[in-house]
């Protein structure tokens, strides 16, 4: 896979974006996952060696956003909001229905309808918030309809359960779980390579 070029078996017309740097070995099911990619850095999206983004995974990346996906990290039907930098480890599986977000996006440019409800708030019209990086360390799981909140780091070798919200940074080794997500469980880094 190349810049600028369609995938042979992708049913959707669009491209691989100009700015992304993807390992031969790499694998993307389909363009639509770019669909709002918007990133004007000069790598704006990084894939390893063996890494996979499988149907309904999206890169909404803004302007400003990169992502770098490590080597042989699969992500599967996740959403991924990205307006500063995002990180995902080798070896790391990212379920479906994952949110990965590094900013809180400011409703406003998009949804008019609220705005009176905002201005009462004295909120400014900002358009979007700065991104704050998430990293995901390698050989971690996340869980189907997890969500990663802005400035979260998940330490290597570390899983985080179903349907959990991190808004908290993880340690390495541990099982993480629930809403707002707590350690549950700390694991033997010998046995979890």
């Known amino acids: 896979m190349r810049p600028g070029e369609s995938l042979a078996w992708d049913w959707h017309p ?10 031969s070995s790499a694998y993307i099911e389909t363009t639509l996952s770019f669909s709002r990619f918007r990133s004007v850095r000069p790598s704006g999206v990084t894939f390893g060696r063996g890494a996979a983004a499988y149907k309904g995974t999206l890169f909404d990346v803004g302007e400003t956003g990169s992502v770098s996906v490590g080597a ?13 930098h995002l990180e995902i480890g080798a070896f790391a599986l990212i379920s479906w ?5 590094d900013t809180y996006r400011d409703p406003l440019s998009t949804r008019d309808a609220f705005s009176h409800r905002w201005s ?12 704050r990086n998430i990293v995901i360390g390698d050989n971690v799981w996340i869980g189907f309809g997890s969500c990663i909140l802005p400035g979260v780091s998940i330490g290597a070798g570390s899983v985080i359960g179903a349907r959990s919200v991190v808004n908290a940074s993880v340690p390495p080794f541990a099982v993480a779980a629930g809403n707002p997500a707590r350690v549950i469980r700390r694991l033997d880094p010998h046995e979890a390579w």
Do not use: K, Q
Request: aromatic share 2%.
């Open 14 to 23: 669009g491209s691989i974006p100009e700015n992304a740097v993807i390992d």
């Open 72 to 84: 042989y990290a699969l992500i599967h039907g996740a959403r991924i909001i990205c307006d500063g």
């Open 97 to 101: 229905d994952v949110v990965l977000m």
């Open 120 to 131: 009462r708030l004295n909120r400014p019209p900002t358009g979007t918030a700065p991104g």
